[in-house]
């Protein structure tokens, strides 16, 4: 199943409400929320609280990507603010395995991110274990970058590992997507797509996530 995923990080943070309510009314299902710790990468953002005050305003299905270190510290919290799938990433945690224990200890769905200099490999002995993957298709960081064609190889990959082993796993994408190369994103594999800039800083949000969905049929997965 496709999802758009559009990331709040590229909202107007001084009218929230409204914002999430316009990508919900554009047929939105997901929004993607940016967590980051200025440790990690070199930007910081929101934590829990501001994540549970917006769960107020919205059934969306919360896609909580969480770019801190040592993430395992923080995991009961964004439970209690109201996520329903969390992701943190490979190079973050000590022990990803028992992080990814840890979020489905609270009954939550986990999925394991990797940046763009990380191979996919790292991905494989988890797949049985997660019910998403994220493949960076920009440095995590900052909103605004461009896609790097590269990051699409892993999915690819992926896709064809679990594919190959009869795992329906969700693969997400992330950095730099829009209606122009969604299709590579989905021809790669990819099933959820964070689209940040493209999204909120669109006129007609409405008519994006529309194209997005229309370019996404027209490429299918190609084995
Ligand atoms: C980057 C974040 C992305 C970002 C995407 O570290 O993980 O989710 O907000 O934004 P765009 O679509 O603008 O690249
Ligand atoms: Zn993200």
Known sequence: MLYI????????FSCLDSEINKVADAGAKYLHLDVMDGAFVPNIT????????????TDLYFDVHLMIKRPERYIDRF????????????????????????????EMKAAVAISPNTPVDVLYPLVNHIDMALIMT?????GGQSLIPECLDKVQALR???????IDLDIE??????????????????????????????K?????IMSMKEAAANNPFKP
């Open 5 to 12: 995923a559009p990331s709040l990080l590229a909202a107007d």
């Open 46 to 57: 929101f934590g829990p609280e501001l994540i549970s005050c917006i769960r107020k305003c």
């Open 79 to 106: 439970v209690k603010a109201g996520a329903d799938i969390i992701t943190v990433h490979y190079e973050a945690c000590e022990n990803p395995m028992s992080v990814i224990h840890l979020i489905h200890s609270y």
């Open 138 to 142: 920009v440095e995590p960081g900052f």
């Open 160 to 166: 064809k590992y679990v594919s190959e082993r009869g």
């Open 173 to 202: 994408v992330d950095g730099g997507i829009n209606a122009d190369n969604i299709g590579l994103c989905t021809s790669a594999g990819a099933n959820i797509i964070v689209a940040g800039s493209a999204i909120f800083k669109s």
């Open 204 to 208: 007609k949000p409405r008519n994006v």
